[in-house]
Nanobody
Framework: QVKLVESGGGLVQAGGSLRLACAAF????????MGWFRQAPGKEREFVAA????????YYADSVKGRFTISRDNAKNTVYLQMNSLNPEDAAVYYC??????????????????????WGQGTQVTISS
């Protein structure tokens, strides 16, 4: 059974940092882009960041650019999201996802939830002001 398991969420003060991790089980995704999405209460799920299969390119939502960094360790089958300078607008459930395509690098496509074939259960990020 293929599973993506997120960890690292929690409560942090505004201005603080968190590092999310997403570990894959059941298969490797070394040839697949990986992404992070988030969903706040009452809002639709939105793209946060994506990274190509090799880790060579990262794509970010404008709202997090310069504050968040996506990375991956293919040897560990894990993708990370380093989140700095967090503000209350970043509070949401964060989801990890694996692209269903092979070695996709088109950033415009990687921003779309529909290209991702596998999803984690999510991890809650709460920001105190």
């Amino acid at each position: 059974q293929v599973k993506l398991v997120e960890s690292g969420g929690g409560l942090v003060q505004a201005g603080g940092s968190l590092r999310l991790a997403c570990a894959a089980f059941g298969r490797t995704f070394t040839n697949n882009a990986m992404g992070w999405f988030r969903q706040a209460p009452g809002k639709e799920r939105e793209f946060v960041a994506a990274i190509t299969w090799s880790g060579g390119f990262g794509y970010y939502a404008d709202s997090v650019k310069g504050r968040f960094t996506i990375s991956r360790d293919n040897a560990k089958n894990t993708v990370y999201l380093q989140m700095n300078s967090l503000n209350p607008e970043d509070a949401a459930v964060y989801y990890c996802a694996a692209d269903g395509g092979w070695r996709r690098t088109d950033g415009s496509l990687l921003r779309l939830a529909r290209v991702y074939g596998y999803w984690g259960q999510g991890t809650q990020v709460t920001i105190s002001s």
